[in-house]
């Protein structure tokens, strides 16, 4: 798959079809965004039961929203891959879980630390790196006591 960064320095974004999406990019990028949205289109079928899994999609449409996007480019894997990555990391984030935020302060704080994390200390397998080495935000790997100094 190709680099979602085009070469002239503008941003490719694909979001699914939530409206409020449109507005929210608009806001943070005004024109200088490549924006798409994908949505996915399930076919009606009888489950049976006991049996728990999700429709089959019967259609992908997508919907350039904004600039030129590169239509092989338009997934919404990354977002989803990053939703997952949230949910398995931040305990606030688990399905099913008791483990909330009773202040925005704290939410905002544990997802500050977990990107930090993230894209400072972690080391990434398919980049052998940090995702931050990686994009030359810095030239060496930081450990637990650089992220909190």
Known sequence: ?????SPC?????????F??????????????????QLVKVYSAE??????YSPPRVSEVVSTVINGNPNPSLI???YVERQNLTMRMAIR????????FSKKLANLKAALALHFAYYNFVRI?????VTPAMA????GRLWNLADLLA
Do not use: C
């Open 9 to 17: 320095g503008r941003n490719q974004l694909t979001s699914d079809g």
């Open 46 to 51: 009888n489950p049976g039961p006991g049996r």
């Open 124 to 128: 990434h397998k398919t980049l052998r």
């Open 1 to 5: 798959m190709g680099d979602p960064f």
């Open 135 to 138: 994009a030359g935000v810095t």
């Open 75 to 77: 997934s919404t894997s």
């Open 92 to 99: 606030r984030f688990t399905r099913l879980t008791n483990a």
């Open 19 to 36: 409206k409020a999406y449109i507005q929210a990019v608009e806001d943070t990028f005004g024109a200088d965004i490549d924006y798409a």
